[in-house]
């Protein structure tokens, strides 16, 4: 093996977390390379969040010129066209790649394209993509290696050849019958845009209800949003075996509380989990220990069992969002500037782009009785919001929780902008805001965050102390 280079920085992987860590190290003056075998900026920019959030788009703009004659606005039946649906989302997505190279430029971090493998601690042997190796040692190394798509191990699915969240963004045609397995996040945002653009969907989820982290009502509202637009959704469903072939014809047999049922269809998506990127590449040859899942195992500063090895991101076990990777790079920055941050008790939102969409921060009613946490719940339909009247987006609801001290601890909305409600209520969380303050401030009218005062003005008065002489 011939002498590896020595750096004072590597990066496995070029997520989000990853790019902004190698960027910021070779800014402060170290030696800092970023290996990435295929995906220049991540799964965020290429993959995932962005093309996907892109096609769903084109797929809300078919709905509303198929529906524009409510709005009074005459159109005659439009058609798709999916390969210049793709084709935009391929356009955005080049202008993405181009700001992350353009980072690598400005910042002096070196890229190189190759696939890594560990042969000891801090020690990686990259294979280039255009052919030769290279062996790099470093004094610290940060990995961000992401996850892939898992593959349920059903008779005959794999051979079926379905499609991923990667293949379906590269169609260039609507599935007459699309199947998609997993009623989470990824499977139902797919699920109504491929119904806006025209295809027959069935949902297969083998929990006893959808999006099966939330709390019950806000899975059947989901529910109910999807199936008024002629999407099938099938819970409690065990898939049998597959046959046939994905993208021509496929059959599957499954078991449901009625019994045997056969579903022919076109298409099959997979989207039932994530599976982190940690086998294959050396790991056990570091002294990074895994969980029984295969995620790297990390303290609460992201550090991993190996000295002066960190672990961002996905695969450290960090919930899976980009906004989270980032997160993760901001706490191991100010870290090693001699901070204490660490991932302990961050208040992590999310949404879920169906449309409307589903708008999560802080405990569901679920995680409060689980936890012990006594809360007082406030309800309300977003028809009730005048900016909804306007618009005739009055599918949903909001749900607060509040605690003892008056405190939001919770809160949920499925409703157009919720993402931007929901930021609004995160921001008094953070804060450490009484509920009154919010449900008491003058929000500008006819704005959906209009909504939280008398949502707010619906919380239970606390349950009166009996006194005792």
């Given at each position: 093996?011939s002498?590896?280079?020595?750096?004072?920085?590597?990066?496995?992987?070029?997520?989000?977390?990853g790019?902004?860590?190698?960027?910021?190290?070779?800014?402060?003056?170290?030696?800092?390379?970023?290996?990435?075998r295929?995906w220049?900026?991540?799964?965020c920019?290429n993959i995932?969040?962005?093309?996907?959030?892109?096609?769903?788009?084109?797929?809300?703009?078919?709905h509303?010129?198929?529906?524009?004659?409510?709005?009074?606005?005459?159109t005659?039946p439009?058609?798709i066209?999916?390969g210049?649906v793709?084709?935009r989302?391929?356009?955005?997505v080049?202008?993405e790649?181009?700001?992350?190279?353009?980072?690598?430029?400005?910042?002096?971090a070196?890229?190189?394209?190759?696939s890594?493998r560990?042969t000891?601690?801090k020690?990686?042997?990259?294979?280039?993509?255009d052919g030769?190796?290279?062996?790099?040692?470093?004094?610290?190394?940060?990995?961000?290696?992401?996850?892939?798509?898992?593959m349920?191990?059903v008779?005959?699915?794999?051979?079926?050849?379905p499609?991923?969240?990667?293949?379906?963004?590269?169609?260039d045609?609507?599935?007459?019958?699309?199947?998609?397995?997993?009623?989470?996040y990824?499977?139902?945002?797919?699920?109504?845009?491929?119904?806006?653009?025209?295809?027959?969907v069935?949902?297969?989820?083998?929990?006893?209800?959808?999006?099966?982290r939330?709390?019950?009502?806000?899975a059947?509202?989901?529910?109910r949003?999807?199936?008024g637009?002629g999407i099938?959704?099938?819970?409690?469903?065990?898939?049998?075996?597959?046959?046939?072939?994905?993208?021509?014809?496929?059959?599957l047999?499954?078991?449901?509380?009625?019994?045997?049922?056969?579903?022919?269809a076109s298409?099959?998506?997979?989207a039932?989990?994530?599976?982190?990127n940690?086998?294959g590449?050396?790991?056990?040859d570091?002294?990074?220990?895994?969980?029984?899942?295969g995620?790297?195992r990390?303290?609460?500063?992201?550090?991993?069992?190996t000295?002066d090895?960190?672990?961002l991101?996905?695969?450290a076990?960090?919930?899976?969002?980009?906004?989270?990777?980032?997160?993760?790079f901001?706490i191991?920055?100010?870290n090693?500037a001699?901070?204490?941050?660490?991932?302990?008790?961050?208040?992590?939102?999310?949404?879920?782009?169906t449309?409307p969409?589903l708008?999560?921060?802080?405990l569901?009613?679920?995680?409060?009785?689980?936890?012990?946490?006594s809360?007082?719940?406030?309800?309300?339909?977003?028809?009730a919001?005048?900016?909804?009247?306007?618009?005739?987006?009055?599918?949903?609801?909001?749900?607060v929780?509040i605690?003892?001290?008056?405190h939001?601890v919770?809160?949920?909305?499925?409703?157009?902008?919720?993402?931007?409600?929901?930021?609004a209520?995160?921001?008094a969380?953070?804060?450490g805001?009484p509920?009154?303050k919010?449900r008491?401030?003058?929000i500008?009218?006819?704005?959906?965050?209009?909504g939280?005062?008398?949502?707010?003005?619906?919380?239970?008065?606390?349950?009166s102390?009996?006194?005792?002489?």
């Amino acid at each position: 093996m011939s002498e590896p280079e020595h750096l004072d920085v590597l990066v496995l992987g070029s997520g989000q977390a990853g790019n902004l860590m190698a960027w910021h190290m070779a800014r402060s003056g170290y030696r800092t390379a970023l290996v990435e075998r295929r995906w220049i900026g991540g799964s965020c920019p290429n993959i995932a969040c962005m093309p996907s959030k892109n096609e769903v788009w084109s797929a809300r703009v078919a709905h509303l010129v198929r529906n524009a004659g409510h709005f009074g606005t005459l159109t005659t039946p439009g058609q798709i066209d999916m390969g210049q649906v793709r084709q935009r989302k391929r356009d955005m997505v080049s202008g993405e790649v181009a700001g992350f190279l353009e980072g690598f430029k400005s910042s002096g971090a070196e890229l190189i394209r190759g696939s890594g493998r560990f042969t000891g601690p801090k020690m990686l042997e990259v294979q280039l993509n255009d052919g030769g190796t290279r062996f790099l040692t470093a004094d610290k190394v940060f990995l961000n290696i992401g996850t892939h798509s898992a593959m349920p191990d059903v008779p005959g699915l794999e051979a079926a050849k379905p499609l991923t969240h990667i293949d379906i963004l590269e169609i260039d045609y609507v599935p007459p019958h699309l199947i998609v397995l997993g009623g989470g996040y990824v499977g139902l945002e797919f699920t109504q845009a491929y119904r806006r653009f025209g295809s027959a969907v069935t949902v297969i989820d083998a929990g006893p209800q959808i999006i099966s982290r939330e709390d019950a009502d806000s899975a059947e509202a989901i529910a109910r949003i999807l199936s008024g637009e002629g999407i099938r959704i099938l819970t409690g469903a065990k898939i049998l075996k597959v046959e046939g072939s994905s993208g021509k014809a496929v059959t599957l047999t499954l078991q449901t509380g009625d019994g045997e049922e056969r579903i022919e269809a076109s298409d099959i998506l997979v989207a039932t989990g994530r599976v982190p990127n940690t086998a294959g590449i050396g790991l056990e040859d570091t002294g990074v220990a895994l969980d029984e899942r295969g995620y790297i195992r990390v303290n609460e500063r992201l550090e991993t069992s190996t000295p002066d090895v960190w672990a961002l991101g996905e695969c450290a076990g960090s919930p899976q969002f980009t906004h989270v990777s980032v997160d993760d790079f901001r706490i191991v920055k100010d870290n090693l500037a001699g901070g204490t941050r660490s991932t302990k008790d961050r208040l992590v939102p999310y949404c879920l782009f169906t449309d409307p969409p589903l708008a999560h921060v802080g405990l569901s009613e679920r995680d409060a009785q689980r936890q012990g946490v006594s809360v007082r719940v406030a309800k309300l339909l977003t028809h009730a919001v005048l900016r909804a009247h306007t618009t005739d987006e009055k599918l949903g609801f909001l749900k607060v929780l509040i605690d003892d001290n008056d405190h939001i601890v919770g809160f949920t909305m499925i409703g157009a902008e919720a993402g931007e409600v929901m930021a609004a209520v995160q921001t008094a969380m953070l804060a450490g805001l009484p509920y009154p303050k919010l449900r008491d401030a003058v929000i500008a009218h006819l704005t959906m965050a209009e909504g939280l005062g008398p949502l707010l003005g619906n919380v239970p008065a606390k349950a009166s102390v009996p006194e005792f002489a």
